[in-house]
């Protein structure tokens, strides 16, 4: 079972910027593309390792895919 989480990301918004899908970025990662629907819909946080690997694949920087309200 997930829980929502009180992270927030940009993943979607990167992840069309670069014109990949769904299934490309999962496919790439290694994951399944309803871990990554979770990620973006905010219903999961991934680990840090995993959010690294995100912010690498997508060529950015992991502060500006995820942040934590104060």
Known sequence: MTRPTNITN??????????????QLASQLGVSRQTLIAIENGKYSPSLEFAFALAR???VEIGQLFSYPE
Request: proline share 0%.
């Open 10 to 23: 940009q993943v979607r918004q990167h992840r069309l910027a670069k014109d990949l899908t769904q299934e």
């Open 57 to 59: 694949a997508l060529d």
